[in-house]
């Protein structure tokens, strides 16, 4: 009982991750104030990564927990911080497409669901089993696609620009 | 010289060029009048030496037809279309005319245009003509003929409305255009035709297909007819002739050399280059005959009455061009060759005289308004009677010669000469004697009948317009003695006569000869004495003179009966309901449709962001949805 | 229903989540998490094909698809930055001007 446990340790811990993610997402809909909201997507976001490191692709990993939950979510917990000091939390938390928007996710989940149900596993796991970690991801990242990885720094250099832009813009008109 | 054909065609291509692109507005004026001149006029000679050339090695070679292929223009699907140039013994003919009495022109205008402000786009248009021309009678294939055929149409348009400021002129242009527009539709369905079944366009090809032991699935005289539907537009015969008396507008030396010795009788070389066609269709040719007699008569009757002296001579040129139509439908391809020689002689003799008249009288064409001017410009004078008398048919000037043999023909041959025929060519012939000599008594003889201020100016040409005048008048008169019909046999042979009418020849070489002097008579009995007869004549039939004056009333015909219901036909059915409301109306309704349907659409468009994030989502379920259920 | 299509499920349903937390949510701020939330369920995806396939095209889309939000988000908040700055309020409601 104990062995098969902990030969399925793996596994379980995996649907325990994805059960917890879920979670997340789904209380990210329903919570009202943003701060909670970005705990339960930080939470989901580490789930995530724990997914990815059961998966055995630690690099992915450690990016997701780095990026988006040490850059990208930090960087939003300052924003919200920075605004809610201002903005009263009396607003309503709902649009009025509320009934509209769940029936057709619902339509879209069904579909793809349904496409995940009836897919063909036969073929995504042809080559099941076979794991790459970092050192095959950089060869392939630095010869096959060395050209996306340049094109990556351009669009980071013209986000920085745009976001400059942006802001000198709304103080030449509030100067 | 491997490629002097091309040379021939190309000399005055590079005139055109240089003038125009040089000398011109257009080109900034760069050069002067002399360089003009020298290059204009030096380069149809040069074109004339080197056609002589070409013709001294025709005969070395034993006249073995000369061949120059310059470009292979384009290969489709193994059959290839060259830019070939070929010189046998009637190219040699007809270039010779082109060259010889286009440079004689040349050399006319340099002195007739001298006071023009255009004079280097003149010459341009000139040397123009003269490629185009070249490219005509010297193409092997009838694609580069069709090409020179269009040419030369495109520089008489040019010309004809050279003076484009005056309205009138400008149509006169756009009237030759057109007229000859319609003769090209049947030109090209003939060689469409021809390609169809024999496969080539070369000319010489054609012929030997059709003389070969089978004969190219076509009707021959399907062929013929569509050919020579063609050739009633660029020479002038009825139906497509109303546009040569227009053309008149154009300079007088553009008449001579284009409206009268050389364009308008690319459709007999036409006819005559393709005989091979003609001679396995006698329904086309009766066509050719008959159409050319009836040409042939009804021009001289309206040039009887005429009264501008470009007018007459117009007319003239369609009425001889109609005896050549003859000569080509009764089978004496060489005659016709031979009438177009000599035609080209003194019908250019006479217009470049009719232009040192109107120099002289400074630009008066009337004549009514000349008379007595023999011994006030004596060499125009001298030169235009000789040519009078040459196209009249007075022995034994060249006229006399041609006329001759195609009336003969027109009598005899065996393939389609007729006594009916031979009365309606000899008709035509004496209103020629007499509408001519009528022209020279009015012009030269009697009382002046000028203004005071008009004859104060009268002056003789200089001598660059004199010269020529007297060369051609010297080729008039012994351009008969050219015997062509004789050189062209070997090639154009002449048709045989019929046994039982061989004894008449004697006898209508007499009545020819008679009816030339029977119309020189009957213009001096009219017109000798201050005209007083004529007008007698002219009172007791008001309604025929008026009839002839109003040229049978050909062009109101016309329309009346086409142009009008065209005119109505473009703009009620294609403008107003094609155009306006089918066309107009279809686009106008759509966008408006559009517009509605988008302005309903765009209400969609609140500005909300979620909304739009909500359309994008259900289109993407919808899209899925589609997906799964038709994949 | 085997781990991969689990983690597909999943990988659907977080982003089926994420695109109703965009139409839905109001706050603008929460619309932008929301955003990210689907992001991460495609990454999700990728990682699981990638994974399955033994290659590495899934997640090398993925380390693009980290720079891509990076760049969003440095853009985004400026944004929505200014606007609040204009409107002083973070209801996506209060701004119509994209009204055609």
Redesign the interface.
């Known amino acids: 009982m104990i062995e098969s446990l902990l030969q399925h340790l793996d596994?379980l811990l995996?649907?325990v991750f994805?059960a917890c993610?879920?979670v997340g997402?789904?209380l990210?809909?329903v919570l009202r104030q943003?701060m909670r909201?970005?705990m339960a997507?930080i939470s989901?976001?580490v789930f995530?990564g724990g997914?990815?490191g059961l998966?055995?692709?630690h690099f992915?990993a450690a990016?997701?927990v780095l990026?988006?939950v040490g850059?990208?979510?930090v960087?939003?917990v300052y924003?919200?911080m920075?605004?809610e000091i201002?903005?009263s939390a009396g607003?309503?938390?709902?649009?009025a497409?509320?009934v509209?928007?769940?029936v057709?996710?619902a339509?879209?989940?069904g579909?793809?669901?349904?496409?995940?149900?009836h897919?063909y596993?036969a073929l995504?796991?042809?080559?099941?089993?076979?794991?790459?970690g970092i050192h095959?991801?950089s060869i392939?990242?630095l010869t096959e696609?060395w050209l996306?990885f340049e094109l990556?720094s351009v669009?980071?250099v013209?986000?920085?620009v745009?976001?400059l832009a942006?802001?000198k813009?709304?103080r030449r008109a509030?100067g | 010289m491997k490629h002097a054909l091309t040379l021939i065609v190309l000399l005055p291509l590079v005139g055109f060029l240089l003038n125009g692109f040089l000398a011109t507005r257009f080109g900034g004026n760069r050069v002067g009048k002399g360089f003009v001149t020298a290059l204009a006029c030096g380069l149809p000679i040069a074109a004339f030496l080197l056609t002589v050339a070409c013709l001294v090695r025709l005969q070395e070679a034993g006249y073995q037809p000369l061949v120059d292929t310059a470009y292979t223009w384009a290969l489709i699907g193994g059959r290839s279309f060259e830019i070939a140039f070929y010189f046998d013994r009637l190219t040699a003919v007809m270039t010779l005319i082109v060259t010889g009495v286009g440079s004689l022109i040349h050399v006319y205008s340099a002195g007739y245009m001298k006071e023009d402000e255009s004079y280097a786009r003149y010459f341009a248009y000139l040397n123009l003509f003269l490629f185009f021309m070249l490219l005509l009678v010297l193409g092997r294939s009838l694609l580069v003929l069709f090409v020179g055929w269009e040419g030369v149409g495109l520089a008489s348009y040019l010309l004809i409305g050279f003076w484009f400021e005056d309205p009138e002129k400008a149509a006169a242009g756009k009237k030759a255009f057109i007229v000859n527009r319609i003769g090209d539709a049947g030109f090209l369905l003939g060689m469409f035709l021809l390609y169809q079944t024999v496969g080539t366009l070369d000319m010489d090809r054609i012929n030997a297909a059709f003389n070969g032991a089978t004969l190219p699935a076509v009707s021959a005289s399907l062929v013929g007819i569509l050919l020579f539907i063609g050739a009633t537009g660029k020479s002038a015969q009825i139906p497509l002739y109303v546009w040569l008396p227009d053309a008149m507008a154009g300079p007088t030396p553009v008449s001579a050399l284009i409206h009268a010795a050389t364009m308008v009788t690319a459709g007999v070389y036409l006819v005559a280059r393709l005989s091979g066609i003609y001679l396995h269709a006698p329904e086309a040719s009766a066509l050719v005959a008959g159409i050319g007699a009836a040409t042939a008569f009804f021009a001289a009757t309206i040039a009887l009455v005429q009264t501008d002296i470009k007018k007459v001579l117009a007319y003239s040129t369609v009425s001889q061009l109609g005896l050549m139509f003859v000569a080509l439908g009764v089978g004496a391809y060489g005659v016709a060759i031979f009438h177009v020689t000599t035609h080209a002689f003194f019908k250019a003799c006479l217009f470049l005289g009719a232009g040192s008249v109107i120099h002289a009288l400074s630009g008066e064409q009337d004549i009514l308004k000349m008379g007595g001017l023999a011994r006030k410009i004596p060499v125009t004078f001298v030169t235009f009677a000789i040519a009078t008398a040459a196209i009249a048919g007075i022995p034994p000037l060249a006229g006399f010669f041609s006329k001759d043999e195609i009336l003969w023909f027109s009598f005899a041959s065996a393939r389609g000469g007729s006594t009916f025929l031979w009365l309606v060519a000899s008709a035509a012939s004496l209103m020629t004697s007499f509408y001519m000599f009528r022209l020279l008594w009015l012009t030269f003889f009697g009382a002046s009948r000028m203004s005071h201020e008009v004859e104060h100016h009268v002056h003789e040409s200089p001598l660059s317009m004199t010269g020529v005048l007297a060369v051609l008048a010297l080729l008039s008169a012994v351009g008969g003695f050219l015997a062509l019909p004789h050189f062209l046999e070997p090639m154009l042979p002449l048709p045989a006569v019929v046994p039982a009418l061989h004894h008449h020849e004697r006898t209508l070489i007499g009545i020819a000869i008679a009816l030339a002097f029977t119309g020189l008579a009957a213009a001096v009995f009219l017109y000798g004495g201050g005209a007083r007869r004529a007008a007698a004549l002219r009172g007791r039939f008001p309604l025929a003179h008026g009839l002839l004056l109003g040229k049978y009333f050909v062009d109101e015909a016309y329309d009346f009966l086409v142009s009008r219901p065209l005119l109505w036909l473009s703009d009620r059915v294609f403008l107003r309901l094609g155009d306006r409301v089918l066309l107009d109306g279809t686009l106008n309704g759509l966008a408006a449709w559009a517009q509605r349907t988008a302005g309903s659409l765009s209400r969609i468009q609140t500005g909300n962001l979620q909304l739009y994030a909500f359309l994008a989502l259900a289109g993407v379920v919808a899209a899925l949805v589609w997906t799964w259920a038709h994949v | 229903m085997d781990k991969i299509q689990v983690l597909l499920a999943l990988s659907v349903a977080l982003f089926a989540v994420g695109l109703l937390g965009v139409v839905i949510r109001r706050n603008m701020l929460v619309m932008l998490m929301c955003m990210e939330l689907m992001l991460n369920g495609v990454n999700l995806s990728l990682v699981t094909f990638s994974h399955q396939l033994g290659s590495t095209v899934g997640a090398v889309l993925v380390f693009l698809i980290f720079v891509v939000a990076t760049a969003e988000i440095a853009i985004a908040i400026p944004i929505v930055l200014m606007l609040v700055r204009q409107k002083h309020t973070l209801d996506l409601n209060a701004f119509t001007s994209l009204k055609g």
């Open positions: 596994t995996l649907y994805a993610a879920l997402a789904v990210m809909l943003p909201v970005a997507l989901t976001m995530l997914i990815y998966l055995g692709v992915i990016f997701q990026i988006y850059a990208v979510m960087f939003m924003v919200i920075l605004l201002r903005e607003m309503a938390r709902y649009s497409l509320v509209p928007g769940v057709a996710t339509l879209f989940v579909a793809l669901g349904y496409g995940v149900w897919g596993p995504i796991r042809a080559a099941a089993g076979t794991r790459f095959q991801f392939s990242f696609y996306h990556t669009l980071l013209a986000a920085v745009a976001a942006v802001i813009v709304s509030h």
